[in-house]
Nanobody, 115 residues
Framework: QVQLVESGGGLVQPGGSLRLSCAAS????????MDWYRQAPGKERELVAR???????NYADSVRGRFTISRDNAKSAVYLQMNSLKPEDTAVYYC?????????WGQGTQVTVSS
C-alpha cells in the first residue's frame, strides 16, 4: 500500500513563507524520486520541484531561488519550504511519486497567497 499525505498549506501574505510536508507510507520511500506539483484553478498541473533518492534537486523556473525541496528518509517525509511567496503561487500543491510506472498522488493541500 502506497499513501502520500500532504499538510502545511494555508493562507499567507505576499512575501511570506510556508512549509509543506508530505508523509509517505510503505518501504519504497528511500529509493524513490519525490515531486511536488501544483495546480491553480483553470490551469494545468505543473511540476514545481523534484528530489531524487540521492538528494539531487530540480525546480521550475518560476520558483527557483525561492522554494527548497528536501527529504528525510528516516521519517519517510518530503518537504517544500516556500519563501518570498507571490499571489501566482496560489494553488493546490500535491506530493507525487512513480513506482513501477504507476503514478501516486497525495490528496493535495491548498496554498493561498493574498493580502
Amino acid at each position: 500500500q502506497v499513501q502520500l499525505v500532504e499538510s502545511g498549506g494555508g493562507l499567507v501574505q505576499p512575501g511570506g513563507s510556508l512549509r509543506l510536508s508530505c508523509a509517505a507510507s510503505g518501504s519504497f520511500f528511500s529509493s524513490n524520486t519525490m515531486d511536488w506539483y501544483r495546480q491553480a484553478p483553470g490551469k494545468e498541473r505543473e511540476l514545481v520541484a523534484r528530489i531524487t533518492n540521492y538528494g539531487s534537486t530540480n525546480y521550475a523556473d518560476s520558483v527557483r531561488g525561492r522554494f527548497t525541496i528536501s527529504r528525510d528518509n528516516a521519517k519517510s517525509a518530503v518537504y517544500l519550504q516556500m519563501n518570498s511567496l507571490k499571489p501566482e503561487d496560489t494553488a493546490v500543491y500535491y506530493c507525487h511519486t512513480i513506482i513501477r510506472y504507476l503514478h501516486y498522488w497525495g490528496q493535495g493541500t491548498q496554498v493561498t497567497v493574498s493580502s
